[in-house]
């Protein structure tokens, strides 16, 4: 039997398929920040890509994924010692990851 789902559900999951190669650049970017490898120019693409991810969150209603990617970009743009920005964006890659699971998961279960 195959699964019903709504078209804001199938909208969700086509936007939620394209984001697992985002979140492996992201957390490229942060290893590179912390092995002092990364310049100005790949940081501020990073806060592109969050800024991105955080629009189109909100556009499909995935508002914990959005909120996530937000909090994100403005610990990129932080100024600052770069050991806390490092540590601030490893904790929210986790809880990025969380809420991306917990948006798929709602995402590919037929509503009732």
């Known amino acids: 039997m195959a699964l019903k789902l709504s078209s804001r559900q199938q909208a969700q999951l086509g936007f939620l398929q394209t984001v697992p ?4 650049r992201i957390h490229s970017v942060i290893e590179q920040m912390s092995a002092l490898q990364a310049d100005d120019v790949t940081v ?16 499909f209603g ?5 909120e996530t990617c937000g909090l994100m970009g403005t610990m990129s743009r932080r100024n600052g010692g770069l050991q806390m920005k490092v540590r601030g964006l490893r904790e929210l890659l986790g809880s990025l990851k969380i809420n991306y699971e917990a948006a798929l998961k709602a995402a590919s279960t037929p509503e009732a």
């Open 21 to 24: 190669p985002k979140l492996a």
């Open 44 to 59: 501020r693409g990073l806060a592109r890509m969050l800024d991105e991810l955080k629009a189109n969150g909100q556009g």
């Open 62 to 66: 995935l508002t914990g994924f959005a």
